[in-house]
């Protein structure tokens, strides 16, 4: 039993893709005083940019949760149809966050709407470069790299909405995998729920990184935020 390699290479994406998130989060904490004194007119923008991340990192962590909250009993007739519930409630869930990509949409552009808003001018190759620009980081290097990655979370054909819905996919993959291994031609058989919550399990800790991971991602953005306010 293995775990397909678009739902590996799709963890390793939202993985990195989050990993970008920590990164504009901790320059923000660095730069924290700087910007309070030298531009406090742009603390309010920071402020909404990090709150727009932190609503896609809640997201995340509600996405990846549909699998690692998923358990069920094996060895028994009443087992699979525990697990036959247990699935439809949980694709449902996750049929729920899919309808939400609209809203994912409105983060993408509030985000890139308060960096145009902080940019000192129009003519920077892009307006993130002004946001690293106003925490006076002592690297035009960092910034650089940090406005590319802040660029790339708001750019929702790249990133935010593609994580998101990508892990969703990913999700209902293992889900079906899961499912397949009860049975064959739609008839689940009590003996293979042992086989099936092996499988479970290996989907579930291949995804608990990206819950833990997005958890904390949230929990850092909102204790900058409250040192902010």
């Known amino acids: 039993m293995t775990i397909a390699q678009e739902v590996l290479d799709?963890?390793?994406?939202?993985?990195?893709g989050i990993g970008n998130v920590r990164k504009v989060?901790?320059?923000?904490r660095?730069?924290?005083?700087?910007?309070e004194q030298k531009h406090p007119g742009a603390k309010g923008h920071v402020l909404a940019m990090l709150e727009e991340l932190r609503k896609d990192m809640a997201l995340l962590?509600?996405?990846?949760?549909?699998?690692?909250?998923f358990w069920f009993t094996v060895g028994s007739e009443a087992s699979v149809a525990t697990f036959n519930e247990l699935c439809r409630k949980h694709r449902h869930?996750?049929?729920?966050?899919?309808?939400?990509?609209?809203?994912?949409?409105?983060?993408?552009?509030?985000?890139?709407a308060h960096a145009i808003?902080?940019?000192?001018?129009?003519?920077?190759?892009?307006?993130?470069l002004g946001v690293f620009e106003l925490l006076g980081l002592a690297s035009p290097r960092r910034e650089a790299e940090l406005a590319a990655n802040l660029e790339?979370?708001?750019?929702?054909?790249?990133?935010?909405?593609?994580?998101?819905?990508g892990l969703l996919t990913a999700l209902k993959r293992s889900l079906d995998?899961?499912?397949?291994?009860?049975?064959t031609d739609r008839n689940m058989d009590p003996a293979n729920t042992r086989k099936a919550g092996t499988l479970l399990e290996m989907h579930s800790k291949a995804f608990e990184p990206l819950e833990i991971a997005a958890r904390d991602a949230a929990a850092e953005i909102e204790k900058v935020v409250r040192a902010m306010a």
Request: overall charge negative; aromatic content about 4%.
């Open 25 to 28: 989060v901790e320059a923000v």
């Open 117 to 128: 808003a902080m940019s000192a001018s129009q003519m920077k190759p892009s307006p993130f």
């Open 177 to 183: 995998d899961v499912q397949a291994a009860l049975g």
């Open 10 to 16: 799709t963890i390793k994406a939202v993985a990195e």
């Open 93 to 112: 869930k996750a049929d729920e966050l899919r309808g939400g990509f609209d809203a994912l949409r409105g983060h993408c552009s509030l985000i890139r």
């Open 61 to 69: 962590r509600e996405e990846s949760s549909i699998l690692t909250g």
């Open 152 to 165: 790339r979370l708001a750019n929702e054909e790249l990133t935010i909405v593609t994580m998101t819905g």
């Open 30 to 35: 660095d730069g924290r005083a700087y910007l």
